[in-house]
């Protein structure tokens, strides 16, 4: 099923993403998380890829394992930056194989010590190959408070338009800690034309060693009533746990109550906290 005729068809939906293995040692254990996170039942689940695609055969592997024996739709991630247009078809005719009808397409992150491939620049042109090459329902990635890499706001919304218009179906946001810099952006993206939905995407920060890689990968803000919360029980593992699903879960709410109906969690495969939040969402969701 295509992940834009869910978003279209239900009030309001909930998605989590797991990530693969970096090696083939941690297939079984990834595996076993990811089917407990799809037992769930979500809305959709999406699966990354690897810098470089180096765990590209997972991405496959994952998604079609959760797809066939739970029956959730998936959302394959594929990146392009350091890929040639050779592999990048490779990859959409195993997903095609194995009935995978949705794919996250991204520039991706250049790996460390790597290079970006000549034949990739940016994500539009990854759209447009996908596009080609069958009936896929395209997600693409946005940013709330900007690309790292963008100059401005202003110029990542002029580049988030092309996304969009290169025939992206609807767009998953980075992760961010403040609401109303997410209510901001839907503002801006809208007046900019930018029409289609828009996902939210939240990370639930159960330890405190998770802070500063978040911030690395997103750039994102720490309102002031996060760091508090983070000082006062980041060094208690249990204790920063519920308090970060508790934060999650109340961003979650009021993104609901502010008509923002789609919401993806970043669930890092952990099955408990995919289940804590759905479970504090279950009467609202219905």
Known sequence: MKIIDIINSKPATLSFEVFPPKTSDKMEDVSL?????AALTPDFMSVTYG???????YTVDIAS??????????????????????HVKKMIAKYQEREIHNIMALRGDIPEGGAPHE?????TELIADIKAAGDFCIGGAC???????????????KYLKEKADAGCDFLTSQMFFNNDLFYNFLYRARDRGITVPIVAGIMPITNAKMIKRSIQMSGAELPERFRAIVDFYGT????????????ATEQIVDLLAHGVKNIHVYSMNKPDVAEAIQRNLSAILQ
């Open 33 to 37: 998380q990811a089917t407990k996170i």
């Open 51 to 57: 810098a470089g695609g180096g765990t590209s055969d």
């Open 65 to 86: 394992l959760l797809q066939k024996t739970y029956h959730v739709p998936m959302l394959a991630h594929l990146t392009c930056v350091s890929s040639t247009r050779d």
């Open 119 to 123: 034949e990739y620049h940016h994500a």
């Open 143 to 157: 940013y709330p408070e900007g690309h790292p890499e963008a100059d401005s706001r202003d110029e990542d919304l």
């Open 236 to 247: 208690s593992p249990e204790k920063m746990k519920q308090a970060g699903i508790i934060y």
